[in-house]
């Protein structure tokens, strides 16, 4: 509970973050200079992620957990109160953007090794869950938040805020027990970084699970990112729903993501896990092709309740089996490369959804795009290992 309490407020704090960062920038720059601004941290985000991992792995995920958090409280903290001197710059909001997206690809390796050192292997689906419940709150109250902060005292309250909430993480993540090291935890090798990284990227390659999931992971969120954001804009601007239709559409993806994590977060365990897993994945892409052909909006709604749904279900299962199966002298370095696939490549495929439904429409982009996570979830259940692989009771 003190885990989930910390993660929990240091989401909310991300979402009030971006959403002063935008509101700066738009209101210090033009549209490009704001789009360059809230673009910056996904350059050192993606080129430190795989090093965060082997950082993780190195000291403990607890304290490099612990030391980036406090960066980012510090970091904005310090920018609300360089606010409170001088107005901001373009140049200004950039650099902060640059440094958080490196402190963030410190973090969220970290965060996602850390599970499996507070509690048993049995109730990572559970935590799992949780997670999933934390990041939907976090959508939900972090930008009317954001928003409220901004109405009020501008972008110097709305940075405060947010660091003020990642302070509130802190002692949660000093409180914590984490559990001694397992037995079965094999040394992590001694040597340069890119040594250290080379071989947990071995252990991925040769591990019959780790390889296969990597893989449903790399599909599946190259499948579903660009059509569930870039692709619904797009959509809904060519069927004339609008930006209400819009956010129907996206509220009902929520509920159906928070659903799945609330269905696992009280279950704590899903029989014959690998398969579900694939099987759900396989159903969600589906729904993901079905959504461009779709005439209304209450019934894109819909299927956007059984996107997140099945979705949901079949990431959170992957992640679960990922801690469980991971040996955990290399959790870091293989939750970053996950993490890479989720926060820093699958965004790349913005520009490419965008260009190509300009092409071709978006009927054709979101069948392409199911038939990406379709690939991955057939390639899982086709694969005994991954298809056999079950969560411990």
Request: proline share 6%.
């Amino acid at each position: 509970m003190r885990w989930l309490g910390a993660y929990t407020a240091s989401m909310i704090g991300d979402s009030v973050f971006y959403m002063a960062l935008a509101w700066a920038a738009a209101r210090t720059g033009n549209a490009s200079q704001t789009g360059l601004v809230l673009a910056a941290g996904s350059l050192p985000r993606a080129l430190l992620l795989l090093g965060g991992g082997v950082l993780a792995d190195r000291l403990g995920p607890r304290r490099v957990v612990i030391a980036s958090d406090t960066a980012r409280c510090l970091v904005i903290l310090a920018l609300a109160g360089t606010l409170l001197l001088t107005t901001p710059t373009v140049g200004l909001l950039i650099a902060v953007a640059l440094v958080f997206g490196a402190v963030d690809a410190l973090f969220l390796p970290a965060v996602g090794a850390l599970p499996p050192r507070i509690t048993a292997a049995s109730q990572l689906a559970r935590v799992q869950g949780m997670r999933g419940l934390a990041a939907r709150t976090a959508n939900v109250v972090g930008a009317p938040l954001g928003g409220v902060a901004v109405a009020l005292g501008g972008p110097v309250l709305a940075f405060a805020a947010a660091g003020i909430l990642f302070a509130v993480s802190l002692p949660l993540l000093l409180a914590l027990r984490v559990l001694p090291r397992p037995a079965r935890e094999t040394a992590a090798p001694a040597g340069a970084a890119r040594h250290e990284l080379a071989d947990g990227l071995r252990h991925i390659r040769r591990h019959p699970l780790l390889g296969p999931l990597m893989l449903v992971v790399a599909l599946s969120e190259l499948g579903f990112v660009g059509p569930l954001n870039l692709g619904l804009i797009l959509l809904s601007d060519e069927r004339g729903w609008g930006a209400s239709g819009m956010g129907w559409i996206v509220a009902a993806f929520g509920t159906g993501a928070g659903a799945s994590a609330l269905l696992l977060a009280v279950r704590g365990r899903m029989p014959r896990a690998g398969l579900v897993m694939c099987l759900t994945v396989l159903v969600g892409a589906v729904a993901v092709g079905a959504l461009a052909f779709v005439p209304s909006v209450p019934l894109a709604a819909a299927v956007a309740v059984l996107v997140g749904l099945f979705a949901g279900l079949g990431g959170s299962l992957c992640g679960a089996l990922i801690q469980t199966v991971t040996d955990p002298a290399y959790l870091g370095r293989v939750t970053s490369v996950s993490t890479l696939f989720t926060h820093a490549l699958a965004p790349l495929s913005f520009p490419v959804t965008g260009a190509a439904v300009a092409l071709w429409g978006t009927g054709p982009v979101f069948a392409t795009s199911a038939a990406l996570c379709a690939a991955g979830a057939v390639t899982g259940i086709v694969l005994a290992p991954l298809r056999r692989a079950e969560l411990p009771h």
